[in-house]
């Protein structure tokens, strides 16, 4: 039987926890990278796989299609993992689990997706006041949900939520620091992931890096280009 294929790119955070989630419950998935600078995730055939031209893209072995990262994630521990420690069926506990996986992609994940918007495709050399907003209230809430459980949903073990929002919380980590002082529980709960997830260095972080150095290099054009404007005003 042909292995689950993930088509995933290392800069996207939710394609990185789909792999990492795999890489922890033991699924070996054919790894498909995505060539963005080509516009590959454009061509028809992508299209065919995803008609929101993102990643990542599940496509299972029977050839049924799979699209958003969280569903990924759901879908393979509910399917391949041996318990399911990580997504569980007891209705309470997963409903705190659902939460959070919202929470990242409706609120943590947007800041990521405003960073974008505004200073790579808009043109802003600077990270906007409402950039900043959206981060500062991200990682307010992300300190208060975290309580004084190991993990995020006031779970004991990690879940798939914990995935999710640490790639997207590394990225953003680059970017615009997370604060000891005011988010403790945060922090260290981000030092402890570094010890749980697989493949930390080279897969999350890596790409993390990617992401971030895209961002700072287009804002460090803009700023050059907004200066050769005012000086020539």
């Given at each position: ?15 990185r926890?789909?792999i990492l989630?795999a ?8 790894l ?15 299209l ?6 993102q990643i ?11 699209i ?14 041996n318990?399911?420690?990580?997504y569980?069926?007891?209705l309470?506990?997963r ?6 996986l ?19 495709y ?6 906007n006041p ?10 307010s ?11 995020f ?7 798939i ?14 970017l ?5 002082k ?9 030092e ?20 971030c ?18 000086e020539?005003?």
């Amino acid at each position: 039987m042909s292995k689950p294929a993930l088509y995933y790119s290392l800069f996207s955070p939710p394609a990185r926890a789909c792999i990492l989630t795999a890489k922890l419950i033991g699924l070996e998935l054919d790894l498909k990278l995505v060539d963005f600078a080509s516009k590959q995730h454009l061509t028809p055939e992508y299209l065919a796989l995803n008609p929101q031209h993102q990643i990542p893209v599940f496509v299972e072995a029977d050839n049924e299609i799979f699209i958003d990262s969280h569903a990924i994630m759901a879908y393979m521990v509910s399917k391949y993992a041996n318990n399911d420690d990580m997504y569980p069926k007891d209705l309470k506990k997963r409903a705190r689990i659902d939460h959070m996986l919202h929470f990242e992609n409706g609120v943590l994940f947007q800041v990521i997706k405003d960073m974008v918007r505004r200073n790579i495709y808009g043109g802003e050399a600077e990270f906007n006041p409402v950039t900043l907003e959206m981060c500062s209230n991200a990682y307010s809430f992300l300190e208060s949900f975290l309580g004084d459980s190991p993990f995020f949903g006031n779970s004991a073990v990690l879940t798939i939520a914990d995935v999710c929002l640490n790639t997207t919380l590394v990225t953003l980590d680059l970017l615009i620091p997370v604060d000891d002082k005011k988010h403790p529980r945060l922090r260290a709960w981000m030092e402890r992931m570094k010890t749980l997830l697989p493949s930390y260095e080279d897969v999350n972080l890596s790409g993390a890096k990617v992401l971030c150095d895209r961002i700072k290099k287009t804002m460090r054009g803009n700023k050059i280009k907004a200066d050769s404007i005012t000086e020539y005003d």
